[in-house]
């Protein structure tokens, strides 16, 4: 999700019936998603690669600094 232009990126607090999918600790992409959202859904690139909605409550999102965004971005797009 790009708040203000910004990326946004959140760390998995829950995987509880998604443990393929989702690993708790680990910082995943924010994706866009106003309809998701509305119904209290986070859209992340999910360990697949693929994004996929998840409760939000399974995720806090974390500001990073540009400088970290621009470091991961390309790593986690490889996924």
């Known amino acids: 999700m790009k ?15 998604y443990p393929a999918s989702l690993e708790v600790g680990k910082l995943y992409r924010v994706i866009a998603d106003e309809e998701a959202a509305k119904e209290n859904y986070l859209r992340v690139i999910d360990e697949s690669g693929e994004d996929y909605a998840f409760a939000a409550n399974r995720f806090h999102l974390v500001d990073l600094p540009q400088s970290v965004k621009r470091t ?6 490889q996924v």
């Open 3 to 17: 708040k203000n232009g910004k990326l946004q990126f959140a760390i998995c607090l829950n995987n509880e019936g």
């Open 72 to 77: 991961l971005l390309p790593r986690l797009e």
